[in-house]
């Protein structure tokens, strides 16, 4: 059955740090990108991160670029999300995705084919 599983959320305080972890099987993985996209209450989902098949190009939304990291391990079929300096408005629902071979917007979730069920990251102030 091919899945993808999210794991690594949870409550912290304004300022700290997560690394969500996302695992693949039943799936290819090290040939495509991944993303990370999160969905807050009320708001739609959005895109905050991906990397290329390599690991060599990553990507990142303007309101996280130098607080989160993307990086993967193809050996161990999982792409990491770190989380640094996060803030209230990081609250959010959390999926990692994979996106298929055909489109070229990286940003756009429809793009994806796989996704995770979502970690919770909350957040506090």
């Known amino acids: 059955q091919a899945q993808l599983v999210e794991s690594g959320g949870g409550l912290v305080q304004a300022g700290g740090s997560l690394r969500l972890s996302c695992t693949a099987s039943g799936l290819t993985f090290s040939t495509y990108v991944m993303g990370w996209f999160r969905q807050a209450p009320g708001k739609e989902r959005e895109f905050v991160a991906a990397?290329?098949?390599?690991?060599?190009?990553?990507y990142y939304a303007d309101s996280v670029k130098g607080r989160f990291t993307i990086s993967r391990d193809n050996a161990k079929n999982t792409v990491y999300l770190q989380m640094n300096s996060l803030k209230p408005e990081d609250t959010a629902v959390y999926y990692c995705a994979r996106k298929d071979l055909w489109s070229g917007n990286y940003r756009i979730h429809s793009n994806y084919d796989y996704w995770g069920q979502g970690t919770q990251v909350t957040v506090s102030s």
């Open positions: 990397i290329n098949f390599s690991g060599a190009t990553t």
